[in-house]
């Protein structure tokens, strides 16, 4: 009996392909480092092709004008997809990166397996392009890349064509392909599919509606909020139904959750191998993220639909949802659903507010001290479905403090004289009670923390003190907290929107 595959051994041989026939490759005889699988040798050869200027001149590149379809591949034999990389200009711009579309068609399907927007289809939507890094997908300083391995038998073609009314000035390619004398006939063949969707109130949103065998292997989704920016949408649970289930055999616990993060991305974007979030915008309330199901690949065999709530009961209002779903399945596959008429991603989405003559707390953030406890800058979107009651979106949060504990913030006043002061707060279960101090001055009234909920306080007004030209220094100190206040940093929390000096 051969030993069992680490996962290590697993990822490399899915990135590094089949091996040769009537051969036994290194990673299969025994368990040893992920790039054993390159110690095999492979029968073919690689078949490069590219946007090379075949004068020999430098002018490596092709256009695309707007209608138009540039044919990046067209190899007959038997082989693997096994590098593609691009780059584009002009240089990220949405309307061509979300209308720009990818094609892929294997062997003599009629349809292809792969229509996706190119932005979406490398792993991030709205049409943006941002630097991650992941085991199948990246962008790069300027580049596109994926490393799936998309096999085929007999004949495979890759176009690229331009939805936009912009032309693709300099379109860069390099596709690289292991030559194969044949596949073997269990081998699956590569897809992915985009759909985008407004949510409806009781209606989940599906990913995939695939028939056939196969497996699935990652998602891309990008949400936007039509209006506001509440992050609630992010309550939804994955919910995949296996080979005709009546009941999903898996069910998440929240969008962020599915994407191996927490508490509504609350450190915002990162990259790392199988899971991401390349953007988190709380002027929008734009999210986008990935996730390969590499450890973890979902196989069925004879259906499976992918659907995820929006809300914890498909709840969250017109939320925009565009998603790339990626498997391998037998062909010939189902019918894909028709590509939306507007591509574009939404850009009527209500600014973020800003009230006037706001000093931003969090704008503080490398001046302030604390005697006890940390400083830390705070996305609000998600606790607000009216999206507009927190200046700029964002929050000065205390952490870990306690009774008697001190926050100083240096203000800067160009004139002096006596000035209204009015400072903006957020309560919350678990926040606690301050007292303002300018100057040394103690001022009135006490600020208290406690709230069912999190909300704004909206103003709070110190009254007309008096303030230097120049430096002056605020100072914000825990007094109490309500006995209803617990949780963490046991009730004593703070968070500060900002202070107004008025006239």
Known sequence: MSPKLSKSDALAALLAGLAAPGT???????????LDALTAPHPGRIAHYSSRDTTGGNDDYRTIAPGATLTLVDHHGAGVVRRWWVTIAPRNDHRIQRQLIVRCWWDDETEPSVEVPISDFFGVGFGEWQQYTSAPMNMTSGGYDTYWPMPFRRHARITVENRSAVAVGSFYYNVDIETRPTLDDSTLYFHAQFRRTTTVAGQPVTLLDATGRGQYVGSVISMQPLHGRSLGFLEGDERV???????PSIVGTGTEDYFSSGWYFDTGPYSSLYHGLTIKDSLTGRVSAYRWHIEDPIPFTRALRFTIEHGGTNDAPRTDYSTVAFWYQTHPHAPFPALPADLLPDTTTSAVMRIPRMIEAESL???????????RVQDMSGFEPDSALWSGGTQLWWVLARPGARLTLPIRVRTGGVHELTGYFTRARDYGDVRVSLNGRPLAPIVRGYAPQVEATGPISFGRVPFRSGANTLVVEIVGK????????GGYLVGIDGIAIGK
């Open 365 to 375: 953030l490398a001046v302030a001290r604390v005697s006890a406890g940390e400083l």
């Open 241 to 247: 139904f296996v080979d005709g289930e009546a009941a």
């Open 482 to 489: 309500d006995p209803r206040a617990a949780g963490y940093s």
């Open 24 to 34: 036994t490759p290194l990673h299969a005889q025994r368990t040893g480092g992920p």
